[in-house]
């Protein structure tokens, strides 16, 4: 298979980038790309010092596997895929999200990853708190950096 999607409990097992790389290796491929997500301290003006993730791991799992079979069609079979999303509690610079594409040529690997964060970003089931520096804590929508439909994918 080359796909491999999954959404991790990240208080039990931190996400790993070299776990990700590793599945993506393969003979026939000449190039990897590597997108990490993680916590930031600050965000729309307010200082944060953590993010709580929730995620109904067997919907996100099938969207995941979806999105990454989308690319897939996109750009080639032999596209090997890696999608792990935590769930849980993270402090800032935690990493809530491992995606890695690896292919034949590397335009194929860049324009797949780029492809799998825009749409998990859009369309995924998961659900991200933000816990600020003052104590209070608020749910925020995930959003793509650009809007659906605007940026190429062919």
Known sequence: MNIHVEVRDVTA??????????????GGNGAGALFLGAVRNRNQGRDVNGVSYDVFAPLAEQNFSEICTEAQQKWGDELRLFVAHGKGRLDVGGLSIVIAAGSPHRDEAFRACRY??????????????????????????????????????D
């Open 13 to 26: 097992a931190p996400l790993d980038p070299a776990e990700a790389l590793n599945f993506v290796e393969s």
């Open 116 to 153: 799998v964060i825009e749409e998990i970003k859009t369309r995924s089931p998961v659900w991200k708190q933000e816990h600020y520096t003052d104590g209070d804590s608020e749910w925020v929508q995930g959003h793509a950096l650009c809007q659906h439909g605007e940026h190429q994918h």
